[in-house]
């Protein structure tokens, strides 16, 4: 039997993203590229079991000159978003920032010790990430995309 929960989770989360990928696409990035704040970019993953192109809409809490700091919090859920299992297998993913070009990056998943060092700047950026990390058990995971080849 289905977990409903997960499910309308599921449907919930590829609903936002779609109508968040529309919003950029139809206005050409002028709206949308921001989020509670935060700067929103477009992320594509390789299917970790399809091998094809996955692409979601996430915010930016933390903008470190060319590399950028996400979060895999899915809201809190007790499960990770699938764009980061897609990323532990395939690290090298694009992003396109601001509905600008696209650029290949490699993504990092933060040790222990580097989110212990960089949670404070994620939540200060936007705390409600920091009610998402009461709302499950697992550890929610960070994850440093950088320019590829650096």
């Known amino acids: 039997?289905?977990?409903?929960?997960?499910?309308?989770?599921?449907?919930?989360?590829k609903t936002v993203t779609t109508l968040h990928r529309t919003l950029l696409d139809v206005t050409a990035g002028r709206v949308g590229t921001r989020f509670k704040n935060m700067p929103t970019l477009?992320?594509?993953?390789?299917?970790?079991c399809s091998g094809l192109p996955r692409t979601v809409v996430l915010t930016v809490p933390v903008v470190d000159g060319d590399s950028y700091l996400i979060v895999a919090s899915r809201g809190g859920d007790?499960?990770?978003?699938?764009w980061f299992h897609n990323l532990r297998a395939h690290p090298e993913v694009e992003v396109s920032f601001q509905?600008?070009?696209?650029r290949p990056m490699t993504a990092h998943v933060l040790t222990a010790a580097e989110r212990g060092r960089r949670?404070?700047?994620?939540?200060?950026?936007?705390?409600?990430?920091e009610t998402y990390q009461k709302r499950t058990?697992?550890?929610?995971?960070?994850?440093?995309?950088t320019p590829h080849g650096i």
């Open 137 to 145: 058990t697992r550890r929610i995971p960070l994850v440093l995309l």
């Open 119 to 129: 949670w404070p700047e994620v939540v200060a950026a936007y705390p409600g990430y």
């Open 99 to 102: 509905h600008g070009p696209t």
């Open 78 to 82: 007790d499960i990770s978003p699938d």
């Open 1 to 13: 039997m289905p977990d409903v929960r997960r499910t309308a989770t599921d449907l919930y989360l």
């Open 42 to 48: 477009t992320l594509t993953t390789t299917g970790r």
